[in-house]
């Protein structure tokens, strides 16, 4: 069975840290990017960030550049994401998501999302 187990969401002020961590199993970790995607209330989906299957290579929105870092341990198959001066904007639930485009075609799990709130 795949699971994709996001944590460390929660409520903070403005300026603060949180770190996410989504545990990954039953399927090829080392295969799959991973990124991380949330969506506020009352808006679509936002794409936040991603990391190649090897960690070499990173992306970010523009939104949370210099704020946020993703990383992943393809020992423990997890991915982080380290989001610091937090702010109410990033208010959201995040999920991670996992893909690998195969030759017989794209292969794509999410997880159930974790809340965090930034309010004062």
């Known amino acids: 069975e795949v699971r994709l187990v996001e944590s460390g969401g929660g409520m903070v002020q403005p300026g603060g840290s949180l770190r996410l961590t989504c545990a990954a199993s039953?399927?090829?970790?080392?295969?799959?990017?991973m990124s991380w995607v949330r969506q506020a209330p009352g808006k679509g989906p936002e794409w936040v960030s991603s990391?190649?299957?090897?960690?070499?290579?990173?992306y970010y929105a523009d939104s949370v550049s210099g704020r946020f870092t993703i990383s992943r341990d393809n020992a423990k198959n997890t991915v982080n994401l380290q989001m610091n001066s937090l702010k109410p904007e990033d208010t959201a639930v995040y999920f991670c998501?996992?893909?690998?485009?195969?030759?017989?075609?794209?292969?794509?799990?999410w997880g159930q999302g974790t809340q965090v709130t930034v309010s004062s």
């Open positions: 998501n996992a893909e690998v485009n195969y030759t017989s075609g794209i292969k794509n799990y």
């Open positions: 039953g399927f090829t970790f080392t295969e799959y990017d």
């Open positions: 990391i190649t299957t090897d960690g070499t290579n990173t």
